[in-house]
């Protein structure tokens, strides 16, 4: 059974229309929604297939997609705020 992915707008249903208005009107933002959106996809196999958390790559990964989803939540959150 596969894990389901997760979007952004999912991960932050108040945010959803900023989310959408940036991937729109940025295309950094589209760009890095998308390297985001393919980390998880790549890390939720990598869980499925059962690797190590101590693994060094695996733990590299959920790093960098945890900091990316830092950063387009951060630009979503100010954009909703203007």
Sequence with gaps: MSIPSRTLETEF???A?????????S???????DVYHKLDKEIRGLEE??????DH???E???QRAR?????????KNHDSH
Excluded at 27 to 33: A, L, V
Excluded at 49 to 54: F, I, L, Y
Excluded at 69 to 76: E, I, P
């Design 61 to 63: 990964l959920k790093t």
């Design 57 to 59: 790559h695996f733990r």
């Design 27 to 33: 295309i950094q933002y589209k760009t890095d929604r």
């Design 49 to 54: 297939r059962g690797v190590a958390t101590d």
């Design 17 to 25: 229309d900023s989310i959408r208005h940036l991937v729109q009107d």
């Design 13 to 15: 249903p108040d945010l």
């Design 68 to 76: 990316l989803k830092d950063q387009l939540y951060t630009q979503a």
